[in-house]
């Protein structure tokens, strides 16, 4: 298995740039079902989900080519309506097949995602919507099962414990397309990712008005056409990046980003202190001395606080003097890289949903385990603060959703290798 070794080393600097989004690549890539007609997609990200959501896609019945790198040609004349438990339990978003199949198969048999690291994740909404579109719903043997032959368009408010849904916001909108009359949807999440599939939507001929507001509405037409469409840059990643360049106090370009996009991100690093320069497609980090501010912060919908950089501004916080207090309020729990950077040497504390970070503290080298995606990068990015070696193991989460994470950040100084678990030294090994 892969393990990355990190060395904690000086300021990042250079220009590094951001591939294509995978939260917007993945309900996209599922709405290519809609149509008969061939998709043509750009900017997808090479990534262990987008090979996940293909092959399930092919096993649905659609054509995939890829005539170059991050484009991907998908025609899909004959489809069946089953999305498999040994497909979809390896990835969540494989949900995102339900609201397709249901508008252009009027059925769907989806198995229901598994459990997750980061907290419960049910996808009650996603069935209340259906319902509300006069969808037939049974739960039966792990699968949600929907008869869709009287499907019908309708108000529907789909704000769940957490505001705003994203996936649950992008099935019903697809499912729609293609049911007559018309659906208004409130409380719908306004994630650039929603925003992205829906404009690709448009261009098939959907009819969709409200995009990025949280009221859509969505007046279903008889049939959805081919089109061409390049997916948004991925805003996580972007943040991501920009929280390397502060930790390591160096001088970095995020390029292929829109500033609009990270809000909330922004605000907070710009109440912090960070020195940044923001142009139309770049956000540029630049050198400081001293410590930057603390900030507290609460995690909500878009354009709320993203919860997807959530622990990367923990990672930062652990290296700011004073007292700074997260709190996560899309995933309670969403906390599982605290007690690997407590390892480091972070001095973390976790109240119910809120992480109270105390810095600022030395970090120093030691073997880690990621648990989920995002809580891999907030490891790696305190392994650039820290003194010595970090080994982080289980890196699979990360390449889930960062494409040549090593290579970008190598490109920029960063000292970050790709090993063998058997490169470790033995002591640090799991069992
Ligand atoms: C999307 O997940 C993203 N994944 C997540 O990114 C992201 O963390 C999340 O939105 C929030 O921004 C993809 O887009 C593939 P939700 P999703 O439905 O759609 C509750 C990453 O790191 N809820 O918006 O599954 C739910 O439990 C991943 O890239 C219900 O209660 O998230 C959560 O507390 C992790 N019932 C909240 O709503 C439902 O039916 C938001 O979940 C659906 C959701």
Redesign the pocket.
């Known amino acids: 298995m892969d393990v990355f070794k990190v060395s904690g080393n000086g300021p990042l600097n250079g220009q590094i740039k951001v591939g294509g989004a995978?939260?917007?690549a993945?309900?996209i890539l599922a709405a290519t079902l809609l149509t008969d007609e061939t998709v043509v997609l750009r900017n997808v990200p090479d990534l262990s989900?987008m090979r996940f959501m293909l092959e399930i896609l092919r096993h649905v019945g659609a054509e995939t080519v890829q005539p170059e790198p991050g484009v991907w040609e998908i025609t899909s004349k004959q489809i069946t309506h089953i999305a498999p438990y040994d497909l979809v339990r390896k990835m969540?978003?494989s949900?995102?097949l339900l609201g397709p199949l249901v508008a252009r198969m009027r059925k769907a048999e989806v198995s229901i995602p598994g459990g997750?690291v980061?907290?419960?994740?049910?996808?009650?909404?996603?069935?209340?919507g259906l319902k509300k579109l006069n969808c037939q719903v049974e739960i039966a043997n792990g699968y949600v099962h929907v008869d869709a032959s009287e499907i019908q368009g309708g108000p529907i408010f789909l704000g769940?414990?957490?505001?705003?849904?994203?996936?649950?916001?992008?099935n019903i909108v697809m499912a729609a397309t293609l049911a007559p009359g018309t659906t208004r949807l409130e409380c719908a999440?306004c994630?650039p990712?929603v925003v992205d599939l829906c404009n690709m939507l448009v261009k098939m001929g959907a009819k969709i008005t409200g995009i990025g507001s949280p009221e859509l509405v969505i007046t279903g037409v008889e049939k959805l056409h081919g089109c061409e469409h390049s997916v948004i840059a991925d805003r996580?990643e972007a943040g991501t990046f920009v929280i390397a360049g502060a930790i390591t106090r160096g001088d970095v370009t995020v390029k292929g980003i829109a500033p609009k996009l990270l809000g909330a991100f922004l605000d907070k690093l710009e109440e912090a202190g960070l020195p940044m320069e923001l142009g139309e497609d770049y956000i540029r980090v630049l050198p400081y001395e001293g410590s930057l501010k603390t900030v507290d912060v609460v995690?909500l919908?878009?354009p709320g606080y993203?919860?997807?950089l959530q622990a990367q501004l923990g990672a930062l916080m652990t290296q700011t003097e004073g007292l700074s207090i997260i709190t996560e309020?899309?995933?309670?729990n969403?906390f599982m890289h605290v007690p690997e950077l407590q390892r480091m040497g972070a001095d973390i504390s976790i109240e119910g949903p809120s992480a109270i970070i105390k810095g600022a503290t030395k970090l120093s080298g030691a073997p880690v385990m990621a648990s989920?995606?995002?809580a891999s990068a907030a490891l790696i990015l305190a392994a650039f603060a820290a003194v010595g070696d970090t080994w982080i193991q289980r890196i699979y989460h990360l390449d889930?959703?960062y494409e040549r994470f090593e290579q970008k950040l190598s490109a920029i100084g960063a000292k970050i290798e790709r090993l063998k678990d058997t490169d470790m030294p033995k002591e640090l090994l799991e069992d």
């Open positions: 995978k939260n917007a993945l309900p989900d969540r978003a949900v995102c997750c980061i907290g419960p994740r049910p996808i009650d909404l996603h069935i209340k769940g414990r957490s505001g705003s849904t994203v996936t649950g916001t992008a999440a994630e990712e996580i995690t919908p878009h993203p919860t997807d309020r899309i995933y309670p969403r989920d995606l995002r889930r959703g």
